[in-house]
């Protein structure tokens, strides 16, 4: 059974910085996570996902040059290191996962198979 588990929110000053991390359990193969987050009125947003096998990484253009993915395989982690937070950065934050069939460049949809429960973060002074 695949079990992902976010945690490192938090509330910080604009400005700040924050390390996401997202343990995986329960995966056989390789497998993609992606990173969404969802503010209060507003669609789920994917900010940046991992590939399976390949590790390429994507970022969506809000968050180029602030939040950089990675993945610690020995410890079945992946994070996402949030810098120059700002307070439009504040929502819940997913991660998701998937083990695709072939390698393929991951995506920024929400149509992985398995989510974590989130973590909240909070941008404010």
């Known amino acids: 059974q695949v079990q992902l588990v976010e945690s490192g929110g938090g509330l910080v000053q604009p400005g700040g910085s924050l390390r996401l991390s997202c343990a995986a359990s329960?995966?056989?193969?390789?497998?993609?996570i992606g990173w969404f987050r969802q503010a209060p009125g507003k669609e789920r947003e994917g900010v940046s996902c991992?590939?399976?096998?390949?590790?390429?990484?994507y970022y969506a253009d809000s968050v180029k040059g602030r939040f950089t993915i990675s993945r610690e395989k020995e410890k079945n982690t992946v994070y996402l290191q949030i810098d120059s937070l700002e307070p439009e950065d504040t929502a819940v934050y997913y991660c998701?996962?998937?083990?695709?069939?072939?390698?393929?460049?991951?995506?920024?949809?929400?149509?992985?198979?398995?989510w974590g429960q989130g973590t909240q973060v909070t941008v404010s002074s």
């Open positions: 991992i590939s399976a096998g390949l590790e390429s990484t």
């Open positions: 998701a996962g998937e083990e695709p069939l072939i390698y393929r460049p991951c995506e920024l949809a929400p149509t992985y198979d398995y």
């Open positions: 329960g995966f056989t193969d390789d497998y993609a």
